[in-house]
Antibody, heavy 118, light 106 residues
């Protein structure tokens, strides 16, 4: 079964750090581009970051640029999001999503909740 | 690129024909996808390349448009279709989403 499973969410104080992981299974992870998308409570979807299949090309939303770092380990079939200098407005469910050659997101994880609060 | 969805909220009955519009602030050719999201769940891909139905999605869903104006149509609304729908542009980064359209039961 094709599957993405996020982990690493939790409660963190403003200014703190957190590392999210996304474990992929059921497909050749190294062949696919990957993304992180977040959704604040009661709000819409916000694209956060993209990484190419090899990891050589990376993009970020302006709202997280300079604070978040996306990476992947194709040997471990895993995607990561290192989040530093966290703010209250980063509070959200974070989803990892697989992108196809058409760039749309056909497989999503179940999401992991990140709460930034003192 | 900004995406503006309308309406943001829609009240409809089972069997109704429903149309949701997504307007892009600049031309994006056909690089647009539509997703459905139910409460507490991850989004689900419905339509890609503006008008291509994702495998397994019922044929009552259809998409059209190119350039700056796109529509998602549900030909006959079913109980399981009550959800929030999002468009997303895939023409350039950041791959922005529209604000969403919540479809509720009248």
């Amino acid at each position: 079964e094709v599957q993405l499973v996020e982990s690493g969410g939790g409660l963190v104080q403003p200014g703190g750090s957190l590392r999210l992981s996304c474990a992929a299974s059921g497909f050749t992870f190294s062949s696919y581009e990957m993304n992180w998308v977040r959704q604040a409570p009661g709000k819409g979807l916000e694209w956060v970051s993209y990484i190419s299949s090899s990891g050589s090309t990376i993009y970020y939303a302006d709202s997280v640029k300079g604070r978040f770092t996306i990476s992947r380990d194709n040997a471990k079939n895993s995607l990561y999001l290192q989040m530093n200098s966290l703010r209250a407005e980063d509070t959200a469910v974070y989803y990892c999503a697989r992108a196809r050659i058409t760039k749309d997101f056909d497989i999503w994880g179940q999401g992991t909740m990140v709460t930034v609060s003192s | 690129i900004q995406l503006t969805q309308s309406p943001s909220f829609l009240s409809a009955s089972v069997g109704d024909r429903v149309t949701i519009t997504c307007r892009a602030s600049q031309g994006i050719s056909s690089y647009l996808a539509w997703y459905q999201q139910k409460p507490g769940k991850a989004p689900k891909l419905l339509i890609y390349a503006a008008s291509t139905l994702q495998s397994g999605v019922p044929s009552r869903f259809s998409g059209s448009g190119s350039g700056t104006e796109f529509t998602l149509t549900i030909s006959s609304l079913q109980p399981e279709d009550f959800a929030t729908y999002y468009c997303q542009q895939l023409n350039s980064y950041p791959h922005t989403f529209g604000g969403g359209t919540k479809v509720e039961i009248k």
